[in-house]
């Protein structure tokens, strides 16, 4: 028996946690990319169809991060036989939920199963940020937790740079969107080349204290350890809007902390219970709605696997 066809689900990520500008992120289970993947007689990674992007997305292979993925990963592998992509798309594009890194990596994850799985997890890691890298270049905040799923700090490109973290216990999220776009490109563009020493000295504090905390379990120091970002956030704040607003209704609601998901605009909020995540939802979804803008909200927890294959076709 050959395989013909495989299928794989990558999930939402949550890059930077405030103070690890790319470097930490967590996965959360819903939504995601799915990706069916097929041989194909034309040579290279073409895309069959993509669905749930409003016709947004680049078709061309070259510019698509699932392509990207899905190639170097064959490469990787010595493949040389054609493949065809079939890609779902339950992730807005330019949200801050990791969008082209959860293609990139269901793009990768779903070769690797049409191949029989010839490379294993980690190995997946450089296909997947070079697909990522099409979007935003490389940084492995969103790929990493979107891969190995739970809190990751991700130090440099490959498996054995990437580091699992404890996710404390009554870790609760609530993640809400506004339906803006920001693109990462221009949300990456708007930050500083450089800094300070004196702002580096307390960027650096910030992130040893929110690293302690997430090996504590101590989230009332996680949630402050990750707001204590004086470099990304006031940068990116004016792309954002309502930030303050929402923040402080999250807080009104309890709240612990609140930050900016990734490049934005989704905003996530740290939570000590599941009642508290889904008020602190509510209220910042309220925010836009009173602003005219509509939003989505999710209550979450992390996700502790990341992507995985769905189904699998012989013949
Ligand atoms: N660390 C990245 C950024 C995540 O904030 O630009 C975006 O994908």
Sequence with gaps: MSITAAEAYAPATVANLGVGFDI???????????????????????????????????????????????????????????????????????????????????????????????????????????????????????????????????????????????????????????????ATALARAALPAEIPLKQMVSQTASVAELIHAIYTGDLDLMAAAMERDRVIEPAREHLMPFLRNVRAAAKRAGALGMVISGAGPTLLAVCNSKSTAEAAAASMKAVYELEGIGATAQASMVAHDGARVLRIEHK
């Design 24 to 182: 930490l992120g967590l996965a959360v289970a819903e939504p995601g990319d799915t990706i069916r993947a097929e041989w194909s007689d034309t040579p290279g990674v073409t895309i069959a169809d993509i669905t749930g992007d409003g016709g947004k997305l680049p078709r061309e292979s070259a510019k698509n991060t699932a392509c990207v993925a899905a190639q170097s990963a064959l490469k990787l592998a010595g493949e040389t036989r054609g493949v065809r992509l079939t890609i779902h798309k339950g992730l807005p594009a330019a949200s801050g939920l990791g969008s082209s890194a959860a293609s990139a990596v269901a793009g990768a994850v779903a070769v690797n199963a049409l191949m029989g799985e010839p490379l294993s997890r980690g190995d997946l890691l450089p296909p997947s940020l070079d697909g990522e890298a099409v979007a935003s270049g490389y940084h492995p905040d969103n790929v990493a937790p979107c891969l190995f799923g739970g809190i990751t700090l991700a130090v440099g490109l490959t498996a054995d740079r990437v580091f699992s973290l404890p996710v404390p216990e009554n870790l609760h999220l609530a993640l809400v969107t506004p339906h803006i776009e920001v």
